[in-house]
């Protein structure tokens, strides 16, 4: 019986690993989770698994006497408040968010998060459990890192997997790797991550096979690492490499420093042969014979750099106890750095040493941020906050639909009641791993320290990495022999620190069983509606699907069942509007205003609309608020003034002199007001300039004026 317990045991241990794995494998090919459209389906379903998981846990505990694990127990309350998050997001639709959608999705999004970081604890809640979750996070990571060098090596085809440019600003070689999730910080962030984590299992690793498994990694991860030239995730991960080195014992030091410095060594060589692939321009680009020579020449690094650990490996063996390794450690990683600045191309040189006009845009962005802050300070302005109200306020006329920070993009939609408690979470999660494996926060620092100077936290892929780690050294037992990866060396007074707060936590909660019964219920309650929401969204996001697809009234039927199942959605809306007669489009677009009232397309369809109807000062007045939202907008400003005098025009034409004469008005001011912002002002590429065509429209509405006169 105990025989086959355990067999069952491994058998849904290794379907939990591998479910696992296709999780972050999905999540991470879906461009990240960052557009919401591509999150829909996986979030429903993972609060249902949670909802599901809990009822069963509950039986299982009924039938034990409601006796909980441990480690269940303590994650209760970190996953309490992220679900406490969500329902900030739910505060504010009482609070006039700037974008109802936005908010409903940012709610679901941490709804998800809550119940994935409890369906893992759940799952792998055990030593075993963990060294399966360990397994699945690093199959992941492969797929994920040789996905995107494929990309890079024209073997696959996939959008935007390797960013070219030709501006020096962005990229050094002219092209940058951008992975699955399309954009080079990110993918900096997550191999600098796995970096440092590989280096760990590495130094720890006991059996022959696990190390095979890692040495086998650590070439095509720092291969990518260099290929993103993310100056911060480089910039980090050196950091985190550096509070490694302070926290591993003394022999796991001399183990860190030739490991990293084999791989850099190797990484570095392999570099150069294959740094000007990605700038070819992708797959099919390249001769097949030159492809196979490549592919070669990148097998053959992978082959000397595995045996280089294999090596390393042996003679630490045979002689780890002598002094002349210390001294052997330490000289030769200050070489290989010396040989790295040879290897690689002196365009990377240019790349750490200048061309830091980004820096220089970012700091708009946060001071532009902070006004907004300013406006709602504690609770925010509700969901993708900067996306909607950046160009309100922002100083010079800069491309940043991002604001480039993480935590400030959470100041802006919850204020600095959500910031604490996203702190607060992470810093209960980051002490649980402090107590239990310190060294497991090597890769979590990495993503929490880079998502301060890059928009990280709007991919749901990272949070779901995050929590992996955070679950993988949180730990139930402090066992260094037996935890996956676990120092030798655990902090034991810490760790009796923690079980003395858990009971107390715990002493608390059943002083108040009915208090604890109803938030319990609440959230319940409140993952339903988030999975009921999502599904919504989803149906709403086939049914707008469909009707791209389709033409006449099958498309007007496709998207006016699209708005059904999601009034909230406005590019739906405006779609629908240009199909239906103008009148009924007014209404359409009026509602709209409901859900996002500061919506420049909203506004700006409107104004087009009224002025089909030759209702001029209507038409003005959208416009103008349009152009108040964004006043940077060239195509906009433009726009006011060629369709204002294209509509005097027609008046003119039909005899209406009065009115013909009041939308020429109409025309001059909004070119005044265009010019008045001034011209070539050139901020992080986008350059703002009165156009040709904005000039002689406004000549035209001038000569209507003077005929008038």
């Known amino acids: 019986m105990m025989y086959r317990n355990k067999k069952n045991s491994v058998v849904l241990l290794s379907l939990s690993a591998l479910f696992f794995t296709a999780v972050l494998g999905y999540s991470a090919y879906s461009y990240g989770l960052f557009f919401e459209m591509n999150f829909y389906r996986l979030e429903w379903m993972i609060i249902l698994l949670a909802l599901l998981t809990?009822?069963?846990?509950?039986?299982?505990?009924?039938?034990?006497?409601?006796?909980?694990?441990?480690?269940?127990?303590?994650?209760?309350?970190?996953?309490?408040?992220?679900?406490?998050?969500?329902?900030?997001?739910?505060?504010?639709?009482?609070?006039?968010?700037?974008?109802?959608?936005?908010?409903?999705?940012?709610g679901i999004r941490w709804s998800t998060y809550a119940a994935f970081l409890w369906i893992t604890t759940i799952g792998f809640n055990s030593v075993r459990g963990r060294q399966w979750l360990s397994v699945a996070v690093q199959a992941a990571g492969v797929f994920v890192v040789w996905g995107a060098l494929a990309g890079w090596m024209g073997?696959?085809?996939?959008?935007?997997?390797?960013?070219?440019?030709?501006?020096?600003?962005?990229?050094?070689?002219?092209?940058?790797?951008?992975?699955?999730?399309?954009?080079?910080?990110?993918?900096?962030?997550?191999?600098?991550?796995y970096l440092l984590w590989s280096w760990l299992l590495?130094?720890?690793?006991?059996?022959?096979?696990?190390?095979?498994?890692?040495?086998?990694?650590?070439?095509?991860?720092?291969?990518?690492?260099?290929?993103?030239?993310s100056r911060g995730a480089w910039l980090v991960t050196a950091l985190g490499w550096l509070l490694g080195l302070l926290l591993v014992s003394r022999l796991e030091r001399i183990k860190w420093l030739l490991y990293s410095g084999w791989t850099m060594l190797s990484a570095g060589a392999a570099y150069r042969f294959v740094v000007h692939i990605g700038a070819r321009g992708g797959a099919g680009t390249a001769e097949s014979g030159e492809q196979i020579n490549e592919a070669l020449l990148l097998i053959g690094a992978l082959v000397i750099t595995v045996a280089g650990f294999a090596w390393i490996r042996l003679w630490l063996a045979k002689g780890a106890e002598s002094h002349r390794i210390v001294y052997f450690a330490w000289g030769g990683w200050i070489a290989v750095l010396t040989i790295m600045s040879l290897l690689l191309p002196s365009v990377i040189h240019g790349r750490l040493s200048g061309h830091f006009q980004t820096v220089g845009a970012r700091k708009l962005f946060y001071i532009d941020a902070f006004k907004l802050i300013k406006q709602a300070p504690f609770l925010g302005h509700g969901g993708d906050t900067w996306r909607m109200m950046f160009t309100q306020?922002?100083?010079?006329?800069?491309?940043?639909?991002?604001?480039?920070?993480?935590?400030?993009?959470?100041?802006?939609?919850?204020?600095?009641?959500?910031?604490?408690?996203?702190?607060?979470?992470?810093?209960?999660?980051?002490?649980?791993v402090w107590c239990y494996d310190r060294l497991g926060l090597l890769p979590i620092m990495v993503l929490l320290v880079h998502a301060a100077i890059d928009f990280d936290m709007s991919f749901g892929y990272y949070w779901l990495l995050l929590i992996s780690w955070f679950v993988l050294y949180g730990g139930t037992k402090v066992n260094s022999n037996q935890m996956v990866g676990a120092d030798e060396t655990v902090q034991a007074k810490d760790a009796a620190r923690?079980?003395?707060?858990?009971?107390?936590?715990?002493?608390l909660g059943q002083r108040y069983q009915i208090v604890r019964a109803v938030l319990m219920v609440t959230a319940v309650l409140f993952l339903i509606t988030a999975a009921i929401y999502s599904w919504r969204f989803e149906n709403s996001l086939q049914y707008r699907q469909t009707a791209a697809?389709?033409?006449?009234?099958?498309?007007?039927?496709?998207?006016?069942?699209?708005?059904?199942w999601n009034p909230y959605w406005t590019r739906v809306r405006i779609e629908l509007s240009k199909l239906e007669p103008l009148q009924e489009r007014v209404n359409l677009l009026a509602i709209g205003l409901r859900y996002e009232p500061q919506s420049v397309p909203l506004l700006w369809a409107l104004g087009i609309t009224?002025?089909?109807?030759?209702?001029?000062?209507?038409?003005?007045?959208?416009?103008?608020?349009?152009?108040?939202?964004?006043?940077?907008?060239?195509?906009?400003?433009?726009?006011?003034?060629v369709t204002m005098t294209q509509l005097a025009q027609q008046l003119l034409t039909a005899d209406e002199l009065p009115a013909a004469s009041q939308a020429a008005e109409q025309a001059i001011q909004f070119f005044d007001a265009y010019a008045s912002l001034g011209q070539g002002v050139r901020v992080n590429g986008r350059r703002f300039a009165i156009t040709n065509e904005a000039k002689t429209a406004v000549k035209e509405s001038r000569l209507i004026n003077k005929f008038r006169g």
């Not at 010079?396 to 920070?405: D, I, L, W």
């Not at 935590?407 to 992470?426: A, K, R, T």
């Not at 923690?498 to 002493?507: D, P, Q, S």
């Not at 608020?625 to 060239?634: I, K, P, V």
């Open 155 to 193: 073997w696959i085809s996939f959008p935007d997997i390797v960013m070219t440019t030709g501006d020096a600003r962005l990229s050094a070689v002219g092209a940058r790797l951008s992975g699955f999730v399309q954009y080079p910080n990110f993918l900096g962030a997550i191999t600098g991550a």
């Open 610 to 641: 009224e002025a089909k109807r030759n209702n001029t000062m209507q038409a003005a007045a959208y416009m103008r608020t349009a152009l108040h939202y964004d006043r940077f907008d060239r195509v906009k400003q433009t726009g006011a003034v």
């Open 54 to 106: 809990t009822m069963f846990r509950m039986i299982v505990l009924w039938k034990n006497g409601n006796k909980a694990s441990t480690g269940v127990m303590e994650v209760i309350y970190p996953a309490a408040g992220l679900l406490a998050i969500a329902g900030l997001y739910a505060l504010s639709l009482l609070n006039n968010p700037v974008s109802v959608q936005s908010t409903i999705e940012q």
């Open 202 to 229: 590495l130094v720890r690793s006991r059996s022959q096979l696990s190390f095979f498994f890692v040495s086998l990694q650590l070439l095509p991860i720092m291969l990518a690492f260099l290929l993103t030239e």
């Open 393 to 432: 306020i922002q100083s010079q006329p800069y491309v940043g639909s991002e604001v480039h920070s993480g935590y400030l993009e959470l100041m802006l939609d919850l204020g600095v009641i959500g910031l604490l408690l996203v702190i607060g979470v992470s810093a209960v999660l980051i002490y649980r």
């Open 549 to 564: 697809a389709s033409s006449g009234i099958a498309r007007i039927s496709g998207l006016r069942a699209a708005l059904d």
């Open 498 to 507: 923690l079980t003395v707060i858990k009971e107390r936590l715990n002493g």
